[in-house]
């Protein structure tokens, strides 16, 4: 093989080197862990979509298993539109009646779940699409709304057996996880995704959660770019939950990371999904981007 003989080249050729020196490290500590990724369905369908696929598979080749978590909402909101129902949403949860409830299970277990599980088999035997309905993985009880509104067939997470995770993850397989769960008498329920990958990567033992979205993080004015909170700790996560002080929408991913941080989850992460390989960023680089949220007692 030849090298190049340019100097921009050679210098190029240095920069990845040094760029996977960085990651070493961190690879190193990461092999042989688990992590929940949470893909957002307002993530999907933008440039970083081909770059979070890659990130999945290389994160597997190097011994990270990873465990993917996905949303739909919008997806599911259009379809909703398509039939003439006009999609409501209290506190952040859509409220779900029989036939929504149909619509939200072909979107996201037939549709989402099947093309991320597709883009990532195009990298080999890797991938496998479940519910969870699937072998109890989640059980679902109906979500009370405090303000007595009837939400229909939308519930909390009520318990978690990851037995079919572990044993896809340990043949070497990428679990795809379509967040409808099993509800009283059989019957589907839809939980929020962000709640459910909480849940997921505390029942692990899971070495990080990371949720990817359409913002950069958290920031302590969402008017503000430059107000991003690049560490916090989980109770200071706790205290701006109780202060109301983030929009509906980020509110399920704050709750998620109490639920995986208090159930034993080292880190947790919001990223900016948007951003092609902010997976990696994040994970094998020094700097990181994004907010990052771990245990008081570990600063």
């Not at 398509?82 to 409220?95: I, L, N, Q, T």
């Not at 909390?156 to 990428?174: E, F, H, I, N």
């Not at 919001?270 to 680089?285: K, W, Y």
């Amino acid at each position: 093989m030849t090298l190049p003989t340019s100097p921009s080249s050679l210098d190029d050729l240095q920069a990845k080197a040094a760029a996977v020196h960085e990651a070493l490290p961190w690879i190193k500590r990461l092999s042989g862990c688990t992590v929940v990724v949470k893909y957002g369905g307002a993530a999907m369908g933008t440039a970083g979509f081909d770059a979070f696929v890659d990130d999945v598979v290389l994160l597997r080749y190097v011994g990270v298993d990873v465990i993917v978590v996905h949303g739909g909402g919008p997806e599911v909101s259009q379809l909703m539109t398509r039939f003439g129902k006009e999609p409501v949403f209290v506190d952040g949860h859509r409220v779900t009646d029989a036939e929504t409830m149909d619509l939200a299970r072909m979107v996201l277990v037939g549709r989402v779940n099947k093309t991320l599980v597709g883009r990532i088999n195009t990298h080999g035997r890797l991938a496998v699409g479940l519910s969870g309905e699937d072998g109890l993985l989640l059980v679902a009880r109906p979500r009370v709304d405090p303000g007595g509104r009837d939400l229909g067939y939308v519930g909390d997470v009520a318990a978690v057996d990851p037995t079919a995770l572990r044993a896809l993850t340990d043949k070497g397989l990428v679990p795809v996880v379509a967040t409808v769960a099993a509800g009283p008498e059989g019957l589907p329920y839809n939980v929020n995704a962000d709640a459910a990958a909480g849940s997921l990567a505390a029942a692990l033992g899971a070495e990080k959660l990371v949720y990817l979205t359409d913002v950069e993080g958290l920031y302590a004015d969402l008017a503000d770019p430059g107000s991003l909170l690049e560490q916090l700790t989980v109770d200071e996560v706790e205290a701006i939950l109780v202060g109301g002080q983030v929009a509906s929408g980020m509110v399920p991913k704050l709750t998620g990371i109490v639920t995986a941080l208090r159930g034993g989850v080292r880190r947790a992460h919001i990223l900016d999904g948007r951003r092609e390989h902010a997976l990696l960023l994040e994970l094998f680089t020094d700097s990181g981007v994004g907010t990052m949220v771990q245990a008081e007692e570990e600063l």
